[in-house]
């Protein structure tokens, strides 16, 4: 068996997340740190809807946190 070395990660917040996160209600204040703990023991839970982003951000990746799509919202 081969052994398994951990993935070495790097969280990064933009300035807009923050901002944004300020202003979250506590609901999803919670949710953001529920879903993170779970991103942390496996980034890629089918849950989390991890995907690459595209353009600019490519070399980024970002996790869904509430829940909601915005396919279901049009």
């Known amino acids: 068996m081969i052994p398994m070395r951990p993935i070495k990660m790097e969280i990064e917040y933009s300035p807009h997340f923050r901002k944004q996160f ?16 779970q991103f942390i023991k496996n980034p890629f839970q089918p ?8 353009g ?4 980024y990746r970002s996790i869904n946190i509430t829940g909601d799509r915005s396919e279901e919202h049009t």
């Open 22 to 37: 300020e202003k979250a209600s506590q609901k999803v204040k919670k949710a953001f740190y529920g879903r993170l703990n």
């Open 47 to 54: 849950m989390l809807r991890n995907h690459k982003l595209t």
């Open 56 to 59: 600019k951000l490519s070399k």
